[in-house]
T-cell receptor
């Protein structure tokens, strides 16, 4: 399986600011996803990052709040904009292929908003 | 609404015994099910999966059972080892997309 890294691993941010999280994969992958895990909750899909086109967002998530870039087949970024304490979560990227349902996850970014 | 439910937040098992983790789902469109293991400060690691056309899949010490009529699946770990102590997530996917729907997880503690 691919090796996935995320930067930063954790951050503490002030309300109203924005944070960009990077996801780097050591091989080209077709599909990249961004998930959020709020405290005590399950992982929730934010969006599918599509290479060369706009991301596909799940219900309840919008591009203005969570803009995503996917400039190539090995890299993606998720920005959490205009943060509030409710955005305090672990943000995870994952990768998959069109041939399989299995997804492989990065280590996550733990975000705390004060 | 939570379409994948893991009703036991935690489970404690003695080393060498069987660990059984349970998962229920509500969406009849789900046709592929996965289990992930997560250690603190790490991302979830894929463990084992099962397609809806099967009722059992085995990989070493790990076996997943699927009961479609009951919309229930379980993960059996035999024998349990202290290194199995982690949070286990059940996830499900439907044919029409690749989104994974996760349960809230069960924290397994295997004691020596």
């Amino acid at each position: 399986s691919a090796v996935i890294s995320q930067k930063p691993s954790r951050d503490i941010c002030q309300r109203g600011t924005s944070l960009t999280i990077q996801c780097q994969v050591d091989s080209q992958v077709t599909m990249m996803f961004w998930y959020r895990q709020q405290p005590g909750q399950s992982l929730t899909l934010i969006a599918t990052a599509n290479q060369g086109s706009e991301a596909t967002y799940e219900s309840g998530f919008v591009i203005d709040k969570f803009p995503i870039s996917r400039p190539n087949l090995t890299f993606s970024t998720l920005t959490v904009s205009n943060m509030s304490p409710e955005d305090s979560s672990i943000y995870l990227c994952s990768v998959g292929t069109v041939l399989s349902y299995e997804q492989y996850f990065g280590p996550g970014t733990r975000l705390t908003v004060t | 609404d939570q379409q994948v439910k893991q009703n036991s937040p935690s489970l404690s098992v003695q080393e060498g015994r069987i660990s059984i983790l349970n998962c229920d789902y509500t969406n009849s469109m789900f046709d592929y099910f996965l289990w992930y293991k997560k250690y603190p400060a790490e991302g979830p690691t894929f463990l084992i999966s099962i397609s809806s056309i099967k009722d059992k899949n085995e990989d070493g010490r790990f076996t997943v059972f699927l009961n479609k009529s009951a919309k229930h699946l379980s993960l059996h770990i035999v024998p349990s080892q202290p290194g199995d102590s982690a949070v286990y997530f059940c996830a499900a996917s439907a044919l029409d997309g690749y989104a994974l729907n996760f349960g809230k997880g069960t924290s397994l503690l295997v004691t020596p």
